[in-house]
């Protein structure tokens, strides 16, 4: 129970989800004090202000409100599961071998994976975040299915990149550079791309507006808390970091509950992958390629090596280099 007490809602959580208490009282987006605040992810925080309204017109308190995150958490985390499911149907070819079971394989590892529960239910964006990531992936593949675009196509495209940036903003790179790539190799027009990205920053947009009216710059402060160039300093340490992260989501049955994990934990989680494509074989590992190298999942990593690269040039802390990465 004393672990249970301040885990595993987080402080980062707690600070987003007393903005949405505040919200669901009528405050507007404040934090203590009726403060207006711009360090939030909208989207997310709008969706624990409706569950703190909820608690609220039923008199419950701010831990009952708690539980009930919690709760959403979890199922979220269920519904993730279930996407993530479909996907690797979508993925996979129709003919392939053991469809069913890689399916169901990938629905139980994300379902029981310790870390994804603790990042679904932390309080943060992170858990609705992903979801939307998934559905606009799975959008994807469903919309290079079509013999024939159309605009409904690329402004849903569009809406649901919007919502999803609204998740968390710095998806908006991702979507960007992934209706770049669309272009460049001749998958989507011109005009498509352009339709598809001012949708997007039409649903984004209302985000800006606010914060720009509260603090007169069009940044929210959590970013300009985060951003720092890359220098000769520094420079080595943030690498460092990123590497590390990028092998703590690579070997999701590993958990570094610690920040600064160890180094050796890392070794052995290579040489676990290592072993793990040395075991699939030649032509397994020449299927998997191949999957990551047809659109749209081409244009969505892509979008993530970009992301990679932006990190650590532009973000000044490493603990938000850590947290950032997605666990897609």
Known sequence: MPFLADK?????GFYMLTVAWNMAEGKGISYNYN??????QPLGTLVYAGLAWVVQSFHGNKWTFVRLVLFFGSVNLLFFACLLGRL???????GAEDKEFISS???????FNFSNYRLFTYGLETGIYLTLLSICVIYTIKFAKYKKFM???TISLGFIGGLTCLGRIDFGIVFLV????????????FMWCVISGVTMLFVVSPWFVWVHSVCGKWLPSSGEAQAGLIN?????SRIWVVTGSIINHATPWIYLPAFGQSRLVDIIAIISIIGFLTWIGKNKLVEVCNIFSKWPISGWVAGFIALIVVYPVFLRLPIFIIDILPRL
């Open 8 to 12: 595993p809602v987080g402080e980062d």
């Open 35 to 40: 403060k207006q605040t711009t360090g939030i």
């Open 88 to 94: 690797t149907c979508e993925l996979l070819s129709d």
């Open 105 to 111: 394989l990938a629905f139980i590892a994300t379902l």
């Open 151 to 153: 605009v409904f196509h």
């Open 178 to 189: 992934f209706l770049a790539i669309s272009f460049l190799i001749r998958k989507l027009n």
């Open 232 to 236: 000769g300093s520094n420079a080595l």
